[in-house]
């Protein structure tokens, strides 16, 4: 009898791996497929050259830690994925038996960025062909560049691509002139805009604000005290 269950566990390994296998394949001729269309380094000029494109050290600073505090606090620490992130969202997800988290890097949302926003791509080999290209993007950019260009790809809602563009439309100024209160709510609106942009439920967009404050109190970014006086402000905040 154990025989037999060795058997069919064996069985099915072998059937997932098989599978496995062929998503990996086809996510990485989908990678082959879009460098072969344009490559990377044409790719990231292309995005570099566009008007409303900002460098890293003209935005504030506080604007670069609330973003990668809420969206990848480990990025400067791991490579194009987070094996720990991606455990983390699974257990989350798995408890909460739905989906809360997830585990990508910000590699992997440039690499989305640049080249898998297609909806009809099928969305497991988009999430192999993001890995690939996270490899090459980690392998020719530092960290800083691919921040900046997340930061000048990121879909902010209403029409809105790249925080300066946003920040016109949301807060009628240039996004180098952010106060530490617009930048937490800035970077909480990527997350999905379809219900934290400030013009769909500012009240949604305050509660992911919150979330991004906690966590630059939980990375050391900002006191409790700051933490505490920027939810505060939120009562007397007004669109311009």
Known sequence: MKKWILR???????VILVIAGIFI????QLYK????QISLADKVAEVQEDESYLKLEELPV?????????????????????IIAIGRAIAVN?????????????????????????????????KVAEI???FDLEKNYDKDTILELYVNTIYFGDGY????????????????????????MMAGIPNAPSAYAPTVNL??????????????????????????????????????
Do not use: W
Not at 8 to 14: F, G, H, K, R, T
Not at 75 to 80: A, I, K, R, S
Not at 161 to 171: F, K, S
């Open 8 to 14: 069919i566990l064996l069985v099915l390994l072998c």
């Open 25 to 28: 394949f086809n996510g990485y």
């Open 33 to 36: 497929e879009s460098l072969a």
């Open 62 to 82: 506080d604007y670069k830690n609330a973003v990668v505090s809420v969206e990848d606090r480990r990025y400067y620490e791991h490579g194009p994925i987070d």
């Open 94 to 126: 798995i408890k909460n038996q739905q989906f809360l988290e997830g585990g990508s890097t910000i590699t992997q949302q440039v690499a989305k960025n640049l080249y898998f926003i297609s909806p009809d791509e099928n969305a497991a080999l988009r």
């Open 132 to 134: 690939f290209m996270a």
């Open 161 to 184: 691509y790249g925080i300066e563009e946003a920040c016109q439309g949301y807060l009628d100024k240039d996004a180098k002139d952010m106060t530490l209160f617009e930048s937490t």
């Open 203 to 240: 009240e949604l967009t305050f509660s992911r604000q919150g979330k991004v404050i906690s966590t630059m109190v939980e990375n050391g970014y900002i006191s409790q005290e700051q933490a505490d006086e920027l939810i505060e402000k939120q009562t007397s905040f007004k669109l311009p």
